[in-house]
């Protein structure tokens, strides 16, 4: 079915852009071109990335920091000059600040327990509260309820408005003087709600708490600068900017760093070792024990690379035109439901519904039969579904290479699915 398509400003070229993507040249189900909207869960990878990876393992591979050969020696200049570009990429004050893990699960968690065993002024325990909200990935609700339970800390979170926003009308009362950690979504993956962050930092800094950013959705999708955040801690995924699986980032401001103590305890965190005791080496590396995810960085870093060689202005802004022209297709659906806002200001690119009394998973099938992908689930965020009343959502989420005809055939295969269950 063809549609009068409005002319949207701010659109990349996303017929070059997807000559580097050899995944979305694939046809499926018989022939049917696949439509991938599931960037939220995990994007594509362009052929810049996948080569630095095979590179590396062909001519460079081997472990870092450790050996005097040249092998180790291209190694661990691959690998801290990815973290110079990831530094770069989120005007980061000192490379050293940039913590490697495998995922931003793992940086959350890492923080977590940084606190969980730091002395005072940092210390977590019976007296004091952390807060939350409501609408977070279940890896920024879980690692903040198990350090409640193992510390006796009172667990407090924002909940959400009807237009699927933070509802901070009490936010006096939610942060107060007792709160030590607010940990929150700059974007929500299952709302795509864009957080005020001003607000909340700053009445976190009121009463002296320490700030946590999960930046997983924000990361890929826009400019992130972690100075102008003004948080204590930002963490964020390689696999949803284009970069490989098995590497996450964790920035946190280099006094903190400094002071907090290490939470996996291995090779390369140590500074010396003896029988009795050990002393931990200078951040990054007292946080990254043990062999680290050395080829997943050098990916990570080509993916910085191409990002920027695009420039993430002009990625938000293709978002923002891909983003506002689905909300106005699938607006026009009958019995299409929004969970979240439903106008593009102030939001990310992955758009949440239900269609109907439809269960999502039935409408993920039918799509997939036409060779749509989009993610059916709670995507990670149960409590947004209990407060909404729902048992999951359809999720459709874009990227730098998702284009209007994308769009089109994802409202022509709704309408679909609703013929096709009457």
Not at 272 to 278: A, D, E, F, L, R
């Amino acid at each position: 079915m063809t549609h009068p398509r409005p002319v949207l400003p701010g659109l990349l070229d996303t017929e070059a852009i997807r000559k580097d993507f050899p995944v979305l040249d694939r046809e499926i189900h018989d022939g049917k071109r696949l439509v991938y909207l599931d960037n939220a869960a995990t994007s594509q990878k362009p052929r810049q990335v996948i080569d630095a990876l095979s590179g590396y393992y062909e001519r460079h591979n081997a472990n870092v920091h450790r050996g005097v050969h040249v092998l180790a020696e291209e190694a661990t200049a691959l690998y801290e000059g990815a973290r110079d570009k990831v530094a770069a990429f989120v005007n980061a004050p000192s490379r050293n600040e940039v913590i490697f893990t495998k995922n931003a699960s793992e940086s959350l968690n890492l923080v977590a327990n940084m606190l969980g065993w730091a002395d005072e002024p940092y210390k977590v325990d019976e007296r004091t509260e952390i807060v939350i909200t409501e609408m977070e990935h279940h890896s920024n609700i879980v690692p903040w309820q198990l350090l409640a339970q193992r510390t006796g800390a009172k667990l407090k979170w924002f909940g959400l408005t009807d237009e699927g926003r933070l509802d901070l009308s009490a936010i006096d009362e939610v942060i107060t003087e007792r709160t030590k950690i607010v940990s929150f979504t700059l974007v929500s993956n299952i709302l795509g709600t864009h957080n005020p962050v001003e607000a909340i930092v700053r009445r976190a800094q009121e009463v002296g708490a320490l700030v946590c950013i999960d930046a997983s959705q924000a990361a890929p999708h826009m400019t992130l600068d972690v100075q102008a955040l003004q948080a204590d801690f930002v963490a964020f995924t390689g696999h949803k900017m284009c970069g490989p699986t098995g590497i996450g980032v964790l920035w946190g401001r280099q006094e903190l760093l400094e002071d907090l103590p290490p939470f996996l305890g291995g090779g390369e965190m140590i500074e010396t070792v003896s029988m009795h005791s050990s002393t931990y080496a200078p951040a990054p590396h007292k946080f990254e024990a043990g062999t680290p995810p050395v080829a997943q960085a050098v990916g990570l870093g080509a993916a910085v690379d191409y990002l920027s060689a695009i420039g993430m202005d002009a990625i938000a802004a293709h978002e923002h035109a891909i983003t506002g022209y689905a909300l106005e297709r699938l607006s026009a659906i009958p019995g299409l439901r929004f969970i979240g806002p439903e106008s593009v200001e102030d939001r990310g690119a992955a758009i949440s519904f239900a269609l109907g009394d439809i269960h999502p998973h039935d409408v993920g099938q039918v799509l997939d039969e036409l060779g749509i992908a989009v993610r059916v689930g709670h995507h990670c965020a149960r409590p947004v579904c209990l407060r909404y009343g729902i048992p999951a959502t359809t999720r459709a989420s874009f990227y730098l290479y998702s284009t209007p005809a994308e769009v089109d055939a994802l409202a022509d295969g709704l309408e679909h699915v609703r013929n096709f269950f009457g």
